[in-house]
């Protein structure tokens, strides 16, 4: 299942000026509801951006006030600090995380310094493909313990065939 996350539930608009409900905000939609998250930010994006530039409004070019600034401010530090709880749950709960070019530097901002194997830059198809293969995996689990041997083939798998060889052993006794 796809879940779609935005600042708002309003959604997004595409590039293409489409708009996409989104079924959560970055409150509620919070990222250990998930199994794998894929952060797809903008190349504008503003989880990161300052009022600078923001400071003329209106027809007329109005200056804002400093108090308006102050609320600017407030509300850009606010959304930045959701989307850091979003991104370092994700890596601090091992999940799988594909992410955009744009989104890079606020992962790199929000406290990901090294993007490790359980982190997928998307860059083309093959990417996707890759980010669903490893999503199978269900965590990252090398990020918790760097060290970690795993085995190759899946827990249900060895589950099984340590149930057969109990069961063997069990009728050969």
């Not at 199994?35 to 994006?45: R, T």
């Not at 989880?47 to 102050?70: I, M």
């Not at 401010?73 to 744009?102: G, P, Q």
């Not at 970690?148 to 149930?163: D, H």
């Amino acid at each position: 299942m796809i879940v779609i996350i935005a600042e708002s539930v309003d959604g997004i608009t595409l590039s293409d000026g489409k708009t996409i409900q989104a079924d959560f905000n970055i409150d509620a939609g919070t990222s250990v509801l998930f199994d794998a998250v894929v952060l797809l930010f903008a190349s504008n994006n503003t989880a990161t951006a300052s009022s600078e530039g923001e400071a003329e409004e209106g027809a007329g070019k109005r200056k804002k006030s400093a108090k308006q600034e102050a609320k600017a401010d407030l509300l850009l530090t606010k959304k930045a600090f959701r989307v850091r709880d979003f991104i370092m749950d994700a890596f601090s709960h091992n999940k799988f995380i594909a992410y955009t070019e744009a989104a890079q530097p606020i992962m790199f901002q929000h406290g990901i310094q090294q993007a490790d194997a359980g982190c997928v830059a998307l860059r083309s198809g093959t990417d996707v493909v890759l980010f669903l293969q490893e999503c199978g995996k269900l965590r990252f689990w090398k990020r918790e313990m760097p060290g970690l041997q795993l085995p190759e083939e899946p827990m249900s798998q060895q589950a099984t065939a340590s149930q057969q060889a109990t069961e063997s052993q069990q009728a050969t006794e």
